[in-house]
T-cell receptor
Framework: DTAVSQTPKYLVTQMGNDKSIKCEQN?????MYWYKQDSKKFLKIMFS???????INETVPNRFSPKSPDKAHLNLHINSLELGDSAVYFC??????????????FGSGTRLTVV | RKEVEQDPGPFNVPEGATVAFNCTYS??????FFWYRQDCRKEPKLLMS???SGNEDGRFTAQLNRASQYISLLIRDSKLSDSATYLC?????????????FGKGTHLIIQP
């Protein structure tokens, strides 16, 4: 049983399109995150939700909009995709908002390529 | 958001050798520290948390030096399967929802 699952695993799309990535965790964790890993492998936080409430919103273009319908799901919608959005997007979860003490569990990533 | 710095490598190390790398952090308020391992085209996986007193898990030892603001990872008797990118991470508030800040990773290659 996959703990943190993301769909799709690969996404190839044209510039200007709108796309969504879905994430679900079955660990009973309260906090979920979106991270972006660029071509230089740098892993940067984008958003964090704790019990469906937005906690972190790093400097991310407002074309990116997260949505958490319940604490087990955190989706990412991207409008007007640009070439620079090409990256691997990882969803992660932690036990609670202090769960850094126990580390995060990452999903397997969504490899987004914008052409 | 504060910085976390790592030597990107690659570190080319013969099998069986001991290898160590450090990671420096800039925020003295950082409270939680971790080492993650990331294999090529895979997600990061938690290797170990780093405690103030230092901790060991088999061949792996992690240390925290608050005075000099760095954490270290030592791998003894390295195996071919240890080849990966090792990411250090810190949480400056100790609060999980504030997110972990990752270094850019150190690429380790164990050679037969």
């Amino acid at each position: 049983d996959t703990a943190v699952s993301q769909t799709p695993k690969y996404l190839v799309t044209q510039m200007g399109n709108d796309k969504s990535i879905k994430c679900e965790q079955n660990l009973g964790h309260d906090t979920m995150y979106w991270y972006k890993q660029d071509s230089k492998k740098f892993l940067k936080i984008m958003f964090s939700y704790n019990n469906k409430e937005l906690i972190i919103n790093e400097t991310v273009p407002n074309r990116f909009s997260p949505k958490s319908p319940d604490k087990a799901h955190l989706n990412l919608h991207i409008n007007s995709l640009e070439l620079g959005d090409s990256a691997v997007y990882f969803c992660a979860s932690s036990q609670d908002r202090f769960g850094a003490n126990y580390g995060y569990t990452f999903g397997s990533g969504t490899r987004l390529t914008v052409v | 958001r504060k910085e976390v710095e790592q030597d990107p490598g690659p570190f080319n190390v013969p099998e069986g050798a001991t290898v160590a790398f450090n990671c420096t952090y800039s925020n003295s308020a950082s409270q939680s520290f971790f080492w993650y391992r990331q294999d090529c085209r895979k997600e990061p996986k938690l290797l170990m948390s780093v405690y103030s007193s230092g901790n060991e898990d088999g061949r792996f030892t992690a240390q925290l030096n608050r005075a000099s603001q760095y954490i270290s990872l030592l791998i003894r008797d390295s195996k071919l399967s240890d080849s990966a990118t090792y990411l250090c991470a810190e949480s400056y508030s100790g609060g999980g929802a504030d997110g972990l800040t990752f270094g850019k990773g150190t690429h380790l290659i164990i050679q037969p």
